[in-house]
């Protein structure tokens, strides 16, 4: 096996990997990362835009590695030529550039990201000796490193130049559409304005190639890493096993009671070596698991033997700055360890924090959730790279007496309609009618309000007096609180619920409040969402409490099954969290989109959204007992 740039990118950070990436029965959780796919779609659009740059490009489509090598090698032979997905080998190291421009003795090694880049802001140094480059332009800068260094070693006394080519987060577009680039044959590139922005790189990738390794413990020059990793690809020898925080993210990782002889786990592999003994605990119940905690602590803890939370001492972890009035992230993680020795199973709230902080509220309470959307690409005229796109709303509403009702909602998906002001119209219409508080989950509503706000001034329309004043209602303004109240951040600040792993997201929290809370268990039992005693927009006579094997089911997993209105869900493919909600907006945004496709994907997104502003309803509900006859 080669050493190919997408496998040093993997030796960085854990050589072993490469070990189980190279053997499909280890499972891959990457291969099914929703959030990813949609990156990668940003990705082949940024590439096909900055292939329009150069239109005498010749791309090497051969399909055998082989002839990519030998196409590759033929038109180099050109004194001038441009080459898209250039394959150079030189012995096992192989690369594949995105843009190879050559011009005599002169190649020009062009690597695209779809990477924002502020050019009055962003740099890649630092005056750190033991860091050359800033931690956030790593890997891609390593990555053209990589290639650097093979190029000067398969063409020695050419003259080779890298750049990045990123998209200027600073260039606003005057079309419509130039996300679906693909599709768009007829796009005159030349008329674009200078979205993709052309970097030299030279002086960043020689002091990386200058600059030592760490790897697995110890210190290589980038030679010698390169070297190491290709020789052990080559004689098809395994990597050491190296344990430590970067072992929190591996993606090989499988629950013990899932691992199977075809869907094995590497992480688990990697752990009974560091211990020396069979595991059989998940990783949320390990050192890995504690919430928000720093690489140098789990590195420490590991160092001293400690794995699983269950034997792990109090003793071991920092204490911090006790506090009676909030959970703090100290507190939050000496709870993880107090549940995982059996000394706590129920909820641990701190009720007096709390209730003064709901107290404070305005009722009706009126909850809200946005899905939004960051291109790469814009879809629409009048934004730049990476501009914030509010596609959507749900919103509940509980009265004081504990009535519940699915108020309002919004979906723009309408392809060629930019949405943001049309859903925020929609959303300030629905909250006019009273001054309760608007309740949200974290800060996402908080900031993409922001956005929104910064989007109307650019944009001036005939509203923007009115909107800009609204939105000042919701987020504040000069230091004085608006209408917002972060019910997730309260939850952080003053629950902790046995089975989150230490988390406060909506995801985590929702199940766990429907385990430990009786009432609302009843409550929801029967199916009485959708019905006039708690009306949807999408559910029609609803149970959203469901047992199996004696556990509650997430309620989130329950999309899945048959729709209310006759619409069958699309079995296995179905809209549960925030990356398949872009994804779907995406498909949407498809001039082309079969009708019956549409249908489902709009009632799915419906759906979804609706069960968000249920979720808080219902923690808070379960926290305060309102609409559930008695309190939890």
Known sequence: ???SKSRFAVALECPRQLDYAR?????????????????AEGGHQVGELARRLFPEGHLIEDRLGEDQEKRTAGLLMSSEVTLFEATIR?????????????????????????????????????????????????????????????????????????????????????????????????LDVASLPPILRRIPVADEVNRLLDHSVDVQGRTLSFAEFVEWASDRLGTAQSFPVFVGAHCKDCPFYVDPNEITATKKSGWAECMEVH????????????????????????????AKGNLALKTLPASALDDGDASANVINLAQRRHLQVAEAHGEVDSPVVLHGTLRA???????PLHFIDFETSRPALPYHRGRRPYDQILFQFSHHVMHAGGHVEHRTECLET??????????????????????????????????????????????????????????????????????????GQLVSRTVFYPGTAGSSSIKKVLPAALRHSQALRDR???????????????????????????????????????????????????????????????HLQRAGLATADRQRITHELLRYCELDTLAMVMVCQSLTGHGLGTPS
């Open 1 to 3: 096996m080669t050493l």
């Open 524 to 586: 929801y039992s029967a199916p009485l969402y959708g019905t006039l005693e708690m009306p949807s927009h999408n559910f029609k006579d609803r149970a959203w409490v469901k047992v199996k094997d004696g556990t509650v089911q997430d309620p989130y997993a329950l999309l899945q099954a048959e729709s209310d209105n006759g619409i069958a869900e699309k079995q296995g493919d179905f809209i549960a969290d925030g990356g398949a909600a872009i994804i779907a907006y995406d």
């Open 90 to 186: 030189y012995r096992n190291l192989l690369i594949r550039t995105d843009i190879l421009d050559k011009k005599d003795n002169h190649f020009a090694l062009i690597e695209v990201k779809a990477k924002g880049f502020d050019p009055n802001q962003d740099t890649f140094l630092t005056d750190n000796g033991a860091n050359p480059v800033r931690s956030t332009w790593r890997s891609y800068l390593y990555d053209v490193a990589y290639q650097t260094y093979v190029m000067r070693l398969a063409y020695p006394g050419s003259d080779i130049t890298p750049y990045l080519m990123l998209l200027d987060k600073t260039v606003t577009v005057h079309i419509d559409g130039l996300n679906s680039i693909k599709a768009a044959n007829d």
């Open 275 to 302: 211990t020396g003994g069979a595991v059989r605990v998940r990783r949320p119940d390990t050192v890995f698991g504690l919430h928000r905690v720093s690489e140098k602590t789990v590195d420490a803890l590991l």
């Open 414 to 487: 309408n392809p060629g309609v930019a949405p943001s002001i049309v859903v925020l119209r929609a959303l300030r219409n629905a909250l006019t009618d009273d001054e309760g508080s608007v309740v949200h989950w974290w800060t996402h509503e908080d900031t993409v309000l922001k956005d929104i706000r910064a989007q109307i001034i650019l944009d001036k329309p005939t509203d923007a007096k009115e909107l800009i004043a609204f939105v000042d209602s919701l987020v504040g303004i000069n230091k004085k609180p608006g209408r917002l109240r972060d019910l």
């Open 357 to 363: 902080a709901i107290d404070a509220w305005q009722w």
């Open 23 to 39: 053997d499909d029965s280890y499972y891959d959780a990457r291969r099914e990362d929703e959030f990813l796919r949609s990156l």
